[in-house]
């Protein structure tokens, strides 16, 4: 090793100067060797990592796009007929019916199954639906939306009883 690379290990120019592979002394501040003066570690916000797990995502999509007018249930036909009968047992209403969320480090994608009521534009309302579920997940999340994917799987007719109507009129 050169006298300068032994140099720039051994005796610190100044406080920038702190290298990769470098320790410094318990108690001592980067090129100072006061004891006693940690070095500043940076901005606290930025001292760990935060993950974010896909049904999160999912709950968040889920709550804004039902928040759009014309949307009047989430996911397939299957799904919304499971999705009744699982309803029924107290406190296990889903809200991530019909939303599957693909969650990276910093981005996140999303498809959602939608019925729309009879008479609306279905285009704006996907439209629609796409704004308020990106503006929900970013403004919340923080992650990027980088797709909303709406499958419009069926048309809620005025004549046509809610699933949610006949159960509540059963009991």
């Known amino acids: 090793m050169t006298e300068a690379a032994q140099r720039n290990i051994s005796e610190p120019d100044g406080p920038d100067s702190v290298g990769e592979g470098r320790t410094l002394e318990k108690g001592t501040s980067a090129g100072s060797g006061t004891p006693g003066r940690r070095a500043p570690l940076g901005d606290p916000a930025t001292r760990g990592r935060t993950t974010i797990a896909d049904g999160v995502v999912e709950k968040i999509a889920g709550l804004a796009a039902r928040d759009v007018l014309g949307v009047h249930a989430m996911g397939s036909g299957?799904?919304?007929?499971?999705?009744?009968?699982?309803?029924?047992?107290?406190?296990?209403?889903?809200?991530?019916?019909?939303?599957?969320?693909?969650?990276?480090?910093?981005?996140?994608?999303?498809?959602?199954?939608?019925?729309?009521?009879?008479?609306?534009?279905?285009?704006?309302?996907?439209?629609?639906?796409?704004?308020?579920?990106?503006?929900?997940?970013?403004?919340?999340?923080?992650?990027?939306?980088?797709?909303?994917?709406?499958?419009?799987?069926?048309?809620?007719?005025?004549d046509e009883d809610d699933e949610d109507d006949r159960e509540q009129r059963v009991q």
Do not use: C, H, W
């Open 78 to 158: 299957f799904a919304r007929t499971f999705g009744a009968v699982r309803d029924r047992v107290p406190g296990s209403k889903s809200v991530t019916r019909g939303v599957k969320a693909e969650v990276g480090e910093v981005q996140t994608a999303l498809d959602l199954d939608i019925v729309v009521e009879y008479g609306v534009s279905i285009v704006e309302v996907a439209r629609a639906v796409r704004e308020n579920v990106i503006a929900a997940v970013e403004r919340m999340t923080g992650l990027e939306v980088v797709e909303v994917n709406v499958a419009v799987g069926d048309v809620k007719l005025p």
